[in-house]
């Protein structure tokens, strides 16, 4: 029974019951040792109706890469040949069942995911974590990752730890001491003690029910002033080690190397333990003292702390023989990495050998993703290494494995050498770092600076690519000489690299207000012909910068395509970043918003400040398309969160332009005008934003009859126009002149602009039809506007784009035309999830690639489309296209 717990036993018991019915959940329980949260666990494990599968973080572990996965996973490893091939591969190399191949960290955790999900395929699952702050690193991050998208698997997944462990998305339960009566009770139960014992003991516990199980013991063992002199834990460790010390010394000694060992491979302890005189029966005393369980195959203790307390208590000397013990024992191939750890913990001093067999378990990690793993292993190299070229080399080495982890901090902190042929390495990792922090100026010095340090001009060339890339987000100057720098290297005319660097260095140019050097559509012939090399990314960038959003849009999607195959998860943001822009660009506000939102959520996983603020300023501007004021603003505030001082937020320009919209589809044209005026003025005018919001600025201008502000603007837009050749800006360009026009000329500016607005570009097309209706209105000429009014309207409606809808409505109220109160889409009916899988199913798409795509499983997917369709009325997938809101 468990004392004093019934909201917390009611919290899991609701999640369990849940996960019955073939919903999903997760749930953090945290709390100080001894608290019960390892008894909660229990209770949960005792649910009738679940198939459970378990873990243990151990503290020993922690630099093992997967143990923890593994040890949770292993009942449903048959499942894993079920999984996408790249999710397979990556489980498979993680868990060293076959060779790894260098991958993705977060493919991991998608794999996790999906292999539980197919486990669930059998019946509702319990998946039980505890311990989990002693988790090695890569082990927790997949598990987090896939707890995050659980959903509609049927799997319930409870995780405890002590306070202190992050897990962002999940539910939390956390533990205090429970409260009097229930101590009380507890106490009474299991133990006998005078009032005076009994009040120290309640005192002393703080409600902790580990404390009040152990101290009586140690009441009894000890004066009663030496129970109150420890400060909690160290009271109820104190208490254990009472009972350690109480042993024969072999049994002490057999208790010291288990504490030592990883596994609680019984084999294993009992060789090392037998280097120290040790024998089995040994074990006999402290498994009957109750400190430790055995079983044919492993040796385990009671209670972590425990653990800790026999370990820390005993001297260094002895943890050092019991670690070369450990080590010697160790004799397997298999056990390379664990014998490379415990001989790492016992040299003192330089040890080439150890720096050897520990870069050798680096390598493994790094093989199976785990970084973390990876990067400790270099790390506590370098420390064995005496200063050189080998201590350096592991040092960067080090640095580059918590790049590929993601570690902003650990990144910067071990990328230092004084070896100038690793320096440019070395400041590469400190400029990812800086990046990813969002201190934008840093990384452009840092890229620069770099540059001049290697004669490697491939190397050269793709350190200032990144450093026009860092400083495209700072004032023109910045990006103005990066771009001279990168113009002026003697790139070879055959090289893809050169293309790539000569069309981003043009975009560049125009977008400051430099003249252009030469023909546009040549520097994107030459991109185009060789495929953007290596650097896809900042071929698709550039197309956008020059207004080629189709092309942009396309090898966006296939880049993202290609992340997904290889399983690059962590590398998709700016992938996903760029394709949102596109499809917003587009008019493909839907498609915009589910990219842009999972770029998000992984750049929020991996913490880099500099993505989150640039997607936050995309979301703002989808968000003020559709009139969502509330959101705008909420996105908009994070998008103009500056992560280093004095320079622009990453996300700045896209929150004015969102802001100035919003202003715009509810009429509000001097606050459009101002914040328009402030972009246009500003230090990153030169960004996407700056060129494609000029209509915007026209019409605001234009309805407050301050038409001369922006003669210079739209001819900067016309020139635009001319270089890119593109319909889509042409209507731009024909819709501002007709704002600014006589009335003798305007119509037909308006006409000539609808005729150039591509089928695809919805949104910008109603926009120009409602200033047309608006105009012919004022003309007098009612039945003309009504038709032009009357698209818009139902366009707008079409986009939920509310604050439009309703601009155009009262226009054609204005006409004498009533218009009836929209029924909405009929995907307005769903929710948002279940909009996303409904669109990119009537795409085609299976469930197992909607479930790729949304990183979701496919029983997640499966479970969405069951809910979605009675609400469209439709019984197949086939009937899907013929929805017109997709």
Not at 136 to 142: F, G, L, T
Not at 744 to 757: G, K
Request: one cysteine or more.
């Amino acid at each position: 029974m468990l004392h004093g717990r019934g909201a917390e036993i009611s919290v899991i018991d609701r999640l369990l019951a849940d996960c019955r019915t073939g919903r999903s959940g997760s749930l953090l329980i945290t709390g100080e040792p001894g608290i019960g949260k390892t008894a909660l666990l229990e209770h949960a494990a005792t649910a009738d109706g679940l198939r459970i599968v378990r873990s243990t973080g151990i503290e020993s572990e922690a630099h093992l890469p997967f143990a923890g996965l593994h040890l949770l996973l292993r009942p449903a490893l048959d499942r894993i040949d079920a999984l996408p091939a790249p999710q397979a591969r990556a489980l498979r190399g993680a868990f060293g069942l076959t060779p790894a191949e260098p991958g993705d960290r977060m493919l991991v955790g998608l794999a996790v995911l999906s292999l539980l999900a197919e486990f669930a395929d059998g019946g509702p699952v319990l998946c039980l974590v505890d311990d989990a702050q002693w988790l090695d690193r890569a082990s927790s991050e997949a598990l987090l990752f896939a707890a995050r998208r659980l959903d509609a698997e049927g799997i319930a997944l409870i995780i405890a730890a002590r306070e202190g462990f992050a897990a962002p998305g999940l539910d939390q339960l956390p533990l205090t001491g429970i409260d009097a009566p229930a101590a009380a009770e507890l106490l009474a139960e299991h133990a006998a003690l005078s009032p005076t014992d009994r009040y120290r003991v309640l005192a002393e516990a703080r409600g902790n029910p580990l404390a009040l199980l152990e101290l009586p013991a140690a009441l009894a063992a000890h004066e009663p002033s030496t129970v109150g002199s420890l400060p909690m834990p160290a009271t109820v460790q104190a208490a254990f080690l009472d009972q350690v010390r109480q042993l024969p010394e072999a049994s002490q000694h057999v208790l010291l190397v288990s504490a030592a060992e990883d596994t609680g491979d019984r084999g294993v302890v009992l060789r090392a333990a037998a280097a120290l005189g040790c024998r089995p029966a040994d074990l006999v005393p402290a498994e009957t003292a109750g400190l430790i369980r055995v079983d044919n195959h492993t040796v385990r203790f009671r209670h972590p702390l425990v653990r800790s307390a026999v370990y820390q208590a005993a001297p260094v000397s002895l943890r050092l023989v019991v670690h070369t013990a450990l080590a010697d024992a160790l004799d397997q191939p298999d056990d390379a990495d664990r014998r490379a750890w415990h001989r790492a913990v016992v040299a003192t001093g330089p040890d080439e050998q150890v720096a050897a067999e520990l870069e050798r378990t680096a390598q493994r990690a790094a093989a199976r993703s785990g970084y973390a793993a990876a990067s400790a292993a270099y790390e506590r190299a370098a420390q064995l290494t005496p200063p050189g070229a080998d201590h350096s080399r592991r040092l960067v080495l080090a640095a580059e494995a918590a790049a590929e982890e993601g570690d902003v901090e650990r990144m910067a902190e071990l990328a230092t050498t004084d070896d100038q042929a690793l320096a440019v390495r070395a400041i590469r990792v400190r400029a990812t770092a800086a990046f990813h922090r969002g201190s934008l100026r840093t990384a452009r010095r840092l890229l620069t600076e770099a540059a001049s340090l290697t004669d490697d001009l491939e190397l050269t060339t793709h350190l200032l690519l990144d450093a026009v890339h860092a400083a495209w987000y700072l004032g023109e100057h910045e990006i103005a000489d990066a771009a001279d720098r990168l113009a002026a290297l003697p790139l070879p005319s055959d090289d893809p690299l050169t293309h790539v660097a000569r069309l981003l260095t043009w975009a560049v140019r125009f977008a400051i207000g430099q003249p252009a050097p030469d023909a546009l559509a040549e520097r994107i012939a030459d991109a185009r012909r060789t495929g953007f090399g290596d650097t896809i990314l900042v071929g698709a960038t550039s197309l956008q910068a020059t207004g080629q959003d189709a092309e942009a849009h396309q090898v966006a999607r296939e880049l993202l395509a290609q992340c997904r195959d290889q399983g690059w998860i962590g590398r998709t943001p700016p992938v996903l970043i760029c394709l949102a822009r596109a499809s917003t660009f587009r008019g493909r506000h839907s498609d915009a918003w589910n990219e842009a939102t999972q770029a998000l959520q992984i750049a929020q996983e991996l913490g880099h400040r500099q993505w989150i603020g640039d997607t936050s300023g995309v979301l703002a501007y989808l968000a003020a398309v559709t009139g969502d004021e509330q959101r705008c603003h909420a996105f908009a505030d994070d998008a103009l969160t500056a992560p280093e001082p004095g320079s622009p937020a990453p996300g700045m320009s896209w929150a004015q332009w969102a802001l100035a919209l919003l202003d715009l589809g509810n009429a509000r044209w001097d606050s459009a005008l101002a914040r328009l005026t402030a972009l246009h003025t500003g230090p990153v005018r030169h960004q996407l934003p700056g060129l494609r919001s000029i209509p915007d600025l026209v019409e605001a201008a234009a309805r407050l009859g301050r038409t001369a502000d922006v003669q210079e603007p739209l001819a900067q837009l016309t020139s635009w126009a001319h270089h890119a050749e593109q319909p889509w800006i042409d209507a731009h360009v024909h819709r501002c002149r007709a704002l600014l026009a006589p009335d003798e000329d305007a119509a037909e500016l308006y006409l000539a602009a609808l005729r150039c607005h591509p089928d695809d570009r919805p949104f910008e097309r109603a926009r120009t039809a409602l200033l047309y209706g608006e105009w012919l209105r004022r003309a007098r000429r009612k039945s003309e506007a009504r038709t032009q009014l009357r698209d818009a309207f139902e366009t707008f409606r079409r986009l939920d784009s509310a604050a439009w809808a309703e601009r155009a409505r009262t226009e054609l109220d204005a006409t004498g035309e009533t218009v009836p109160e929209p029924t909405g889409s009929a995907l307005a009916v769903l929710t948002p999830q279940e909009r996303k899988i409904i669109r990119l199913a009537a795409r085609g798409l299976s469930n197992r690639d909607i479930a790729a795509q949304l990183f979701l499983s496919p029983r997640t997917v499966g479970y969405h489309l069951y809910k979605a369709f009675p609400k469209l009325g439709v019984t197949a997938r086939t009937e899907l296209a013929d929805l017109a809101e997709l």
